[in-house]
């Protein structure tokens, strides 16, 4: 299992903040685990359509859609931010 | 180590800044860079904002932001003070403060600093405008600043 979180537009896209999913099975990435939350519903396929801009961090640093993921993984989706 | 704090109060920018080099003499000069809210954005009025973040990974990009310039440029100290939560127009959201021996690796490294926050900190901005709340959007103009730093 990991937990994830979504942060700001993103969060009111899917409507929920966190939650614990299993991990895609074979090469786990960031990429084949929002191929998997598309697949769920209308809120993540729009959340994660294409041409929507969205980042990722893994255990709370930036990472990537290659980025390969473990168990306990934290995982935060969110839009570009737009601090300072 | 890099003084950074994530916090809801506002900040006395005088203070903070005398702390930098409080008991210190090799210090020539100190950059700093303070945010305001606006009262108006993409052409709307603003009448409040709400700065949301990622508690955790906040303070840690952060730290990193700040160890990269201290890499980068020789520096005696940096600050980052990021406010979140409920804020009005005038208001000040962030400080960034960089004490140097010379002028020159202070105002750069603070540039810097504000360039990779902008792009990397784990914040948001939601404002309230006449016709109801958005979430303020990412500016291609940001992604180029920080880009002018690679190397």
């Given amino acids: ?31 084949a685990l929002v191929d998997q939350l598309r697949s769920r519903d209308g809120r ?13 961090a893994v255990n709370q640093q930036m990472a990537s859609p290659a980025t390969p993921l473990r168990p306990g993984d934290e995982i935060a989706f969110f839009p570009p931010v737009t601090g300072g | 180590m890099p003084r950074v704090r994530v916090q809801p109060e506002d900040f006395d ?3 903070e800044l005398e702390a930098l080099t409080r008991g210190r003499v090799d210090v020539g000069a100190v950059a700093s860079f ?3 809210v606006r009262d108006a954005n993409d052409g709307s009025p603003v009448k409040a904002m709400t700065l949301e973040h990622y508690p955790g990974m906040t303070e840690k990009a952060l730290t990193d932001i700040c160890e990269q310039a201290m890499s ?36 750069a490294a603070c540039e810097f600093i504000m360039d990779y926050l902008k792009t990397r900190a784990p914040f948001w901005k939601r404002e309230e405008t006449p016709q109801g709340a958005r ?7 940001d992604d180029a600043a920080a880009g002018r730093w690679s190397r």
């Fill in chain 1, 44 to 56: 993540w396929t729009d959340a994660f359509a294409p041409g929507r801009q969205w980042r990722v």
């Fill in chain 2, 72 to 107: 980068r440029w020789d520096l005696i100290d940096t600050l980052v003070i990021h406010r979140v939560g409920a804020l009005k127009p005038g208001e000040r959201i962030v400080l960034v403060g960089v004490p140097s021996a010379h002028r020159g690796e202070a105002f």
């Fill in chain 1, 1 to 31: 299992m990991v937990t994830l979180l979504y942060f700001a537009s993103l969060r009111e896209s899917v409507g929920v903040s966190r939650e614990q999913v299993a991990l895609p099975s074979g090469n786990a990435t960031v990429s």
């Fill in chain 2, 34 to 36: 303070v945010g305001l």
């Fill in chain 2, 13 to 15: 920018t005088g203070r």
């Fill in chain 2, 135 to 141: 979430w303020v959007e990412a500016r291609d103009s």
